[in-house]
């Protein structure tokens, strides 16, 4: 692992590339697929909200999603949530029942309606269905156009099978996923399987490939590095 790696573990997070592992902020991500010109994207936030998932932690998971949500509505320009311009839907995921679609794709044209309701989702369930999770993304992305499945959990999955056929099917289908893992009780082999490889340029100008796997020891920690800056990275 590099020394810039260590050192921004915490405050920024790893995302791990062809060579090794890199420290990357979600505003580089985000940035990397859609800091070009249009077509606008599709985007679907799935939140973990097992058992696992502490009161504390299910508050900073959707300030932080709101905080993705500000990076993307000003990239690549200002006010890009909106009709025709980037669509957003979220899915809770826990046990089987309560893994559901919040909102659907596109249902809040603007930002500050899709804010006001990833503010408002209430945390239901025990178990983890990351499979249900995927399964309910991929309809709401349909076949066509640009399209993300943005992932915060602590890394596991006991129920509804193995999430790892069902996004091998979907990134095949050009549907980029990116999982953001919280804490160290994490099944690596599944979530490194599930996660899209990307190309991300650097602070330093150039261009690495990585897999958009973003790792922060604490949710504050993902808050803060999620945070949305004033300018796009350049």
């Known amino acids: 692992m590099k020394l810039a790696a260590l050192v921004l573990l915490v405050a920024v997070g790893i995302a791990f590339t062809s060579l090794g592992s890199e420290a990357l902020s979600p505003h580089q991500v985000i940035q990397a697929l859609m800091g070009g010109a249009p077509p606008y994207w599709k985007v679907c936030f799935a939140l973990d909200s097992s058992g696992s998932i502490s009161d504390s932690e299910w508050s900073c998971s959707k300030s932080s999603t709101r905080n993705i949500l500000a990076i993307i509505n000003s990239t690549p320009a200002p006010n890009s949530v909106s009709i ?109 399987a599930i996660a899209s490889w990307i190309w991300v340029k650097t602070s330093s100008g150039y261009f690495i490939y990585v897999r958009c796997v973003l790792i922060y020891q604490t949710c504050k920690a993902y808050f803060l590095a999620s945070y949305p800056l004033l300018t796009v990275v350049p």
């Open 84 to 192: 025709f311009k980037h669509k957003i839907g979220l899915v809770r995921f826990s046990s089987t029942t309560p893994t559901q679609v919040i909102f659907s794709m596109g249902t809040h044209p603007f930002f500050p309606a899709n804010d006001a309701a990833i503010a408002a989702v209430e945390k239901v369930g025990y178990w983890t269905n990351l499979y249900k999770a995927l399964v309910l993304c991929d309809g709401e992305l349909g076949s066509l156009g640009k399209r993300l499945v943005w992932i915060m959990t602590d890394g596991q999955y006991n129920k509804g099978g193995d999430p790892r056929p069902t996004a091998a099917v979907m990134k095949k289908k050009g549907i980029i996923i990116c999982v953001v893992v919280i804490g160290d009780n994490v099944n690596w082999t599944v979530i490194n």
